[in-house]
């Protein structure tokens, strides 16, 4: 079943903006990670995807499998949308980003963003490895998968799944769509979405805290939220 709720997606539009401008209070969630007695000097996750080897250009479509913990989803990737997210996107997942991630923004009609790293260490490396935008060239309709942002030319890695088509309203602040989700859609509908806006709008998770104490922060304080288990390309 889609999710509705009564909200503005113009607001919603500046919320997706404005929850990802987390760099000038990270030296202040790492003390409050000390307070709360979370661990932020995680080791190492087994994939360890380093931004200067993300390269390659990506084949014109192509598509990826999601294992999630609501169930598989693919999404296919047209290059001509959004060549610049595409590859971005194609690397990431060669390299092994999306392992173990959650989605930690679900937001009932809306949409449902993930793609913070669940290991502090790996999320510093590539806070920073911003590409340029791409114009947008399809319309952020329901299944439509585009990078959140903190303003032109910020896209890294974290991305959104459009929940309506109402989103459309998105196109005119810059969110290009690179691809589509053709299979799974309602196991993305069935992502856990109780925990609403994050901090400080709302009662979820902080992305402050989720830059800087990754999966331990998400895990003790958020224990419903779903993840990525794996993405793969497919073809």
């Known amino acids: 079943m889609m999710r509705y709720e009564k909200a503005s997606v113009?607001?919603?539009?500046?919320?997706?903006?404005?929850a990802l401008t987390v760099a000038p209070a990270l030296a202040v969630n790492q003390a409050q990670a000390k307070e709360q007695g979370v661990q932020t000097n995680q080791p190492q996750t087994k994939a360890d995807p380093d931004p200067a080897k993300a390269t390659e250009q990506a084949p014109e479509?192509?598509?990826?499998?999601?294992?999630?913990?609501?169930?598989?989803?693919?999404?296919?990737?047209?290059?001509?949308?959004?060549?610049?997210?595409?590859?971005?996107?194609?690397?990431l997942v060669k390299l092994g980003f999306y392992t173990d991630i959650a989605f930690f923004r679900v937001i009932?009609?809306?949409?449902?963003?993930?793609?913070?790293?669940?290991?502090?260490?790996?999320?510093a490396k590539w806070r920073d490895a911003k590409i340029a935008d791409d114009?947008?060239?399809q319309s952020n309709l329901r299944?439509?998968?585009?990078?959140?942002?903190?303003?032109?030319?910020?896209?890294?890695?974290?991305?959104?799944i459009n929940y309506a088509d109402r989103n459309s309203q998105l196109d005119r602040s810059g969110f290009s769509p690179f691809g589509k989700v053709v299979e799974g859609i309602e196991n993305i509908d069935n992502l856990y979405s109780g925990y609403g806006e994050?901090?400080?709008?709302?009662?979820?998770?902080n992305q402050g805290l989720v830059?800087?104490?990754?999966?331990?922060?998400?895990?003790?304080?958020?224990?419903?939220?779903?993840?990525?288990?794996?993405?793969?390309?497919?073809?």
Request: overall charge positive.
């Open 211 to 235: 830059q800087t104490q990754g999966n331990a922060y998400l895990r003790k304080s958020f224990p419903h939220l779903d993840y990525i288990k794996s993405a793969t390309i497919v073809e």
């Open 61 to 91: 479509k192509f598509r990826v499998k999601l294992d999630t913990t609501k169930g598989p989803v693919v999404i296919e990737v047209n290059r001509a949308w959004s060549p610049k997210g595409a590859d971005r996107f194609y690397n």
């Open 10 to 18: 113009a607001l919603l539009s500046i919320l997706l903006v404005s």
């Open 135 to 137: 114009p947008v060239k």
């Open 198 to 205: 994050g901090a400080p709008s709302g009662k979820g998770p």
């Open 143 to 160: 299944g439509f998968v585009s990078y959140a942002m903190a303003g032109p030319n910020t896209r890294t890695t974290q991305l959104f």
């Open 108 to 123: 009932d009609g809306f949409m449902a963003q993930f793609g913070i790293h669940g290991n502090p260490q790996v999320s």
